[in-house]
């Protein structure tokens, strides 16, 4: 190299003449710039999720006046906070069933009118019985929207952005949070009567636009071939993929899952028959493959420690907290609880941007080690507060940064990992049933953990609460590390490599490394002799 510049890898041409013909393949990839399009489709479809965190957060606040208007038990107002989660289980489990009969589009659809009645009626309600009628259908619409969002938000996501795109339900949820948190300080100083009617039913307004705005969305590029459809999917899947290629290699992936023969390109296709869902429940349940049953341990696990981790006893009951602390004023209390919802909400953000830079597991396992180190802090003093007989204003001041440390630390892992893990590893076939399996762990044990905990914390005190959600974590750090494989940057039909042989998931995904290595290295060589019997020189050229 006479002027000392690099000159480009290559090969003669054909013979004919000795010029170099540069191999685009030894060129440096290019990373791919965000598709907007998806990203637009991704937010539309996560929205609904803002519907579970609004109701989340406004219950916080409005159990106080509810329970001051209808003078209730504790005990009624802890079935009341979380028998939401329970009745969502309808809307979970029936999504799945939906969403393949009508397309994932108009499940969401009517994830939002279902949840516009049920707020409707909440805010109308003159009883207690009459809210929970209420409360019973906003359930079975917040179950519809947990389900379908990441399950959509996943299947039209293309893989270097999916975690991305895939972790906006959670960040609704905490949006909807923060605006239910702002909700009960806005009317608090209504009528007691009038305060809390009007913080449940404005949370209808969000969903009749949420409605409307989902109409614009396409159809999801799966579901589409799933009803031979492929002129329509291939058209969502152009718009929806980095490039040409990924778009047809996503294509074929979709196809060969749904057992469409590869030579199949008309606009319109003859899908073989499947059944009604009875062979994926045989599946997932009676006769599951190693593989499906290792995806099912970690799609319903990671969903079982988030919730039994503690989280919704916090966000909801955080001003009973802050009361236990030593917060006696109405206002301070719910000012405290906007902090939280704030703070859920800027790390959630964090957390997005991080997801596919960092990887899952590593996010993972250290924001479950925060929780872990935050809960400890949080058991240990409000235990000091509960044996002191005097205020301690350090302790109080420790203890509420030990919340905000705890939502933080839960919001930048946890939480999010939780919907973009579990909507990602299940495969085509599965999927939708899969998704709703796990949903439904979650809403059992958000309902369980919500409708016992003031029961559970007078029984052995509020710190020792904390203790034994500490203990979860625990248990649920070391169940991470041992079986949940990285998922970053796999496409959704190459999950199932990964699964299937448990505690050895770790030698699966070298020797998938090791295999995209050689396999890269000969379609290079291909490329260099066009019919990979020749070899390419690798050097530089001579003047």
Not at 265 to 270: E, H, I, L
Request: hydrophobic share 45%.
């Amino acid at each position: 190299m006479a002027d000392g510049k690099p000159q480009a890898i290559g090969i003669p041409d054909s013979g004919q003449n000795n010029s170099i013909t540069p191999i685009p393949a030894f060129d440096p990839p290019k990373k791919p710039k965000r598709n907007k399009y998806a990203f637009a489709c991704a937010i539309l479809a996560s929205m609904t999720s803002i519907l579970l965190g609004y109701d989340i957060g406004v219950m916080s606040g409005a159990g106080l006046f509810i329970q001051d208007d209808l003078k209730i038990s504790d005990t009624k107002l802890e079935v009341l906070m979380g028998i939401l989660n329970v009745y969502s289980l309808i809307g979970s489990f029936a999504a799945g069933r939906t969403s393949d009969w009508i397309g994932r589009r108009y499940t969401i659809v009517l994830a939002s009118v279902i949840f516009f009645v049920g707020a409707l009626l909440m805010g109308l309600a003159p009883n207690y019985a009459f809210l929970m009628v209420g409360r019973f259908v906003a359930g079975v619409g917040v179950g519809y929207a947990l389900m379908i969002a990441p399950v959509y938000t996943a299947e039209v996501s293309p893989a270097s952005s999916r975690g991305f795109l895939t972790s906006f339900p959670e960040v609704f949820i905490n949006a909807g949070i923060l605006l239910g948190y702002v909700s009960n300080y806005a009317f608090s100083k209504l009528p007691r009567h009038l305060g809390w009617r009007l913080m449940l039913g404005v949370g209808g307004i969000p969903s009749v636009f949420l409605a409307l705005g989902v109409l614009a969305m396409p159809e999801s590029p799966r579901w589409l071939v799933l009803q031979g459809r492929l002129g329509d999917a291939k058209r969502v899947l152009d718009r929806t993929s980095d490039s040409k290629e990924e778009s047809l290699l996503r294509l074929a992936d979709i196809k060969e899952a749904a057992g469409i023969p590869e030579e199949c390109n008309d606009d319109v296709v003859q899908v073989p028959k499947r059944s009604h869902g009875e062979d994926v429940w045989k599946e997932l349940l009676l006769h599951p493959t190693p593989t499906v049953k290792h995806i099912l341990i970690a799609g319903i696990g990671i969903h079982f420690f988030q919730q039994t981790s503690g989280i919704d006893a916090v966000v909801l009951y955080s001003p009973k907290i802050f009361k236990k602390a030593g917060i006696t004023n109405t206002d301070t209390l719910l000012l405290c609880t906007v902090a939280v919802g704030l703070v859920k909400t800027i790390f959630i953000l964090v957390a997005t941007f991080l997801l596919d830079r960092v990887g899952r597991r590593p996010l993972l396992l250290t924001s479950v080690a925060g929780m872990i180190l935050s809960l400890a802090s949080l058991g240990m003093f409000l235990t000091i507060i509960d044996q002191s007989k005097q205020k301690l204003y350090w302790a109080l001041a420790m203890a509420i940064t030990s919340v905000l440390a705890y939502v933080a630390t839960f919001s930048i892992g946890m939480g999010p990992i939780t919907w973009v893990y579990s909507s990602e590893i299940f495969p085509l076939r599965l999927r939708a049933q899969g998704t709703s399996m796990g949903v439904a762990v979650n809403r059992v044990m958000s309902g369980v953990i919500s409708m016992t905990f003031l029961s559970f914390s007078k029984a052995i005190t509020i710190g020792g609460a904390f203790f034994f959600f500490m203990g979860v974590a625990m248990v649920g750090w070391v169940f991470f590390y041992t079986l949940l494989p990285e998922t970053q940057g796999k496409t959704l039909e190459e999950m199932q490599v990964l699964f299937g042989t448990f505690f050895g998931w770790r030698t699966t995904m070298r020797e998938l490394e090791k295999n995209k290595r050689v396999s890269g290295t000969n379609r290079e060589g291909d490329q260099g002799n066009g019919n990979g019997n020749g070899q390419i020189q690798l050097g530089t050229t001579r003047n």
